[in-house]
């Protein structure tokens, strides 16, 4: 008893002391919790410098958060709208852009860089010169690999960049490029600043531009360990607008499992690529944030084979193929059926063009009418691995395979390894592919000269080896001009030679999806150019 | 008391001149360069090249070489990882006191909860009590710990939310880095939040130290069983009950003490186990240890940071090891005139 008693008067304090402990500071949680925000992400960045990449993660973790562009993309319609230049113009020509920069815009400061000036056309001209400059120092630096600006030729087309005055810029370029704008907004185009350049000229440490970034985005970097967590903050003097988060964090979850799991603790408040989304609905706190991404997973034929050579035949496939059906049982509702190349959000895209509706007899008409009534058999080739905008294309083959059957047409399925698999149909081994196309710009040249012109012919990415002089006269016509009513009208028309022609039949365009918790407000997932936290803020602090 | 210390820590010298020798011939035997393998320049220039081989004695005997290798540990420098070049030492530094904090909260855990109930088990000898815990026992020691951190997720953080399942500390808590100890840099630091952040970390503790703990706890019962059914079968406990002391002063006066010496000694042996427990542990509940980080770095080939990782885990193994012993020694003054280390 007597110990018993002696332990009692132990524990009671110890107990009080420790339960005091615990409830003290109930208050700061909430601006902690509220002025901070988790996104899981599912990668590492390879850079933080977006010239020097062109893979989705990086994109995601750097563009937004710590650069801006001289012209951005609207996040509704996907025109250009002012970025760090406030306005611009195009000679009638077409060979000179003039760019009006913003006069309030700075820099980061940090532990290892402080502006002394705002950004001027000096960090423009640093920024676009490091990517054509092959004398530059930080061109040598990385040995000159900008993956997308040599994917458009940028060093060719730019002939000179030139300082008008200090909020002046004028590119020189060689030929007319109506997607030379397009380019400028793309997550790649970002501006640097000059000074801190020189700043690390000065100390021999150039390396450092991609590694420990300055840019004048609503994020500064902080901290960055491998494969573990980025660490941003707030910038407080962001020219846009004021920041509500002060702190972002990327905290790097490759399995997605447990990026599920971190979702359903609150340990992350957003996740990125979400699976199980059936239960993150169910879930009262939770929600799912979708966009079309400019994507299109396509079934082209080889036209240059009968008897895909015959118009007639490719349209009574077309009708023969249950597309609602595609999207609910290969993409679970993650995508919207295609009736063109673009997708809706595209300013090209136009609801006037005719589709090619899904319709058994139909089919069945133009078959007989081809003389092939009875039937023939083909092969589908598809590739047995998940792409981003198909997820099982060896499913959809069996689909349409069910589908065709249905009119009588027997088809077999052909699939190879991913690279063997491209360099065959590079080659035009075969007679139908289950392919698609994710787009670099979403300008909507860019869903046509590089699959269906008569140029990517020779390269092997037209896969359905389909050339149309009408087809590559207006895309070449388009590309000339700056007028949209112009360029709109031209698409128009390419767009009603390919229901026509059906070279191709577009299937799905798919859906990109994070998901967030419920007290995560605001818009992350742009449908272009990588998620941006810019916009967001929270709600309550009931996070713990 | 001094020649035994002596010889504990001669044995730790033999024991670590056959881990370094070991760890020396891995680099000529995992693929790759020699060179590359042991420093860790994946592509050096020309010149570094020529002052590693010079730093490393490579153009030397192979005694010479280990010599040099072993020097090289000596001054603190493990060379640099093979997959982001930066010095092992400091991620060393960064990522053992992790580990250590885990182990050493399972350590307490396994042993709180352990002893008394294998204690209360030898008491209630071959009755139902003794059954129950044994069967507990049983059942702790067969399952795997990757399992069972796996079903604590799911019932204490998913279905009941109680506790989060990742990590040392909520990542907005931004604690600067002293000790590497998170708890005592919590402290440290000057965070509006400190507190709040402490308790954050407790949080996290909790499921991994459990899980960790369960096979550990499981094997003290059974020590703890064991040790105490001996003492309890010995002449002076019999002595005491001639003499008509109660049970309960028996056990608690005589009983607990003696057989504490026995298990006490037990434990530094088990510590290894613990270890490997929490490397797989730290992997699942995304402990940033030395042990996912060893683990990521077999995943990655990196052979420089597997040596490294591996002479450091082993060093701080064998120093729980011995401080066991010495303990054992200050307890029990009959094993310091032992002639031979165990």
Known sequence: MKYKARLIKIIIPFYLALTTLAACGPTPADTIFTKGLIYCSEGSPSSFNPQLITDGTTTDATTQQLYNRLINFDNDNLERIPGLAKSWHVTRNGKMITFYLRKDVSFHQTDYFTPTRKMNADDVIFSFNRLIDPTDPFYQVVDGNFPFFKSINFAELVDEIEKIDDYTVRFKISHPDSTFLSNLATPFAVILSKEYSEQLMAADTLQNIDNLPIGTGPFKFKEYRNNAIIRYSKHPEYWRQDVAIEQLIFNITPNKTNRLTKLFTHECDVISYPIAQQEIRSRDDLMIDEVTAFNVAFFAFNTQVAPFDNPSVRKAIAHAINKEAIIKSVYYGQAEAADSMLPRLSWAYSNKISSIPYSIKMAKQLLADAGLGDGFSFDIWAPSVQRSYNPNSLKMAKLIKADLAEVGIDANIISYEWTTFLRKIEKGEHQSVLIGWNADHPDPDNFFSPLLSCSAMATGRNRAFWCNQQFDQLLAKSLLTNDLTERFNFYHAAQQILVDQVPLIPIAHSKRSLAKLKNVKGDILPPFGGVSFENVHKVDGSKM | ?342
């Open chain 2, 1 to 342: 008391m001094l020649i035994f210390a002596l010889r504990r820590l001669n044995l730790l010298f033999f024991t670590l001149l056959m881990l370094t020798i070991v760890s020396f011939s891995l680099s000529y035997f995992f693929p790759g360069e020699a060179i590359n393998n042991i420093s860790g320049q994946i592509n050096p220039s020309v010149e570094e090249l020529a002052a590693l081989n010079e730093l490393y004695q490579m153009d030397k005997s192979i005694i010479h070489q280990y010599f040099a290798y072993v020097g090289q540990l000596l001054s603190g420098n493990f060379g640099i990882s093979m997959a982001n070049q930066t010095a092992i030492s400091a991620d060393l530094r960064h990522y053992l006191p992790s580990t250590i904090e885990l182990c050493l909260a399972a350590l307490f855990i396994a042993m709180v909860i352990g002893i008394p109930l294998g204690f209360l088990a030898a008491i209630y000898h071959n009755k139902p009590a003794d059954k129950a815990i044994l069967v507990f026992a049983m059942v702790g020691y067969s399952i795997p710990v990757f399992w069972l951190s796996l079903i604590f997720i799911l019932v204490f953080s998913i279905n009941l939310s109680w506790f989060p399942t990742s990590g040392q500390l909520n990542l907005l808590f931004e604690i600067k880095q002293v000790t590497g100890f998170k708890f005592v840099d919590i402290l440290l630091s000057d965070s509006p939040y400190k507190y709040l952040a402490f308790k954050d970390a407790l949080m996290h503790l909790v499921l991994p130290a459990f899980a960790v703990a369960t096979a550990p706890t499981t094997l003290f019962i059974r020590l703890a069983r064991t040790s105490m059914l001996e003492v309890l079968e010995s002449n002076f406990i019999k002595a005491a009950k001639a003499k008509g002391l109660s049970k309960a002063k028996i056990i608690l006066h005589h009983g607990v003490r003696n057989s504490l010496v026995h298990i006490i000694r037990q434990m530094g042996l088990h510590f290894a186990n613990l270890v490997t427990v929490a490397m797989i542990a730290e992997v699942i509940f995304e402990w940033q240890g030395a042990g996912s980080w060893l683990i990521d770095s077999i995943f990655h080939r990196d052979y420089t940071a597997i040596q490294g990782g591996l002479i450091a885990l082993a060093i701080f193994t064998f120093t729980i090891n011995i401080l066991f012993d010495f303990i054992y020694a200050a307890i029990n003054p009959l094993e310091r005139h032992k002639k031979h280390g165990a």
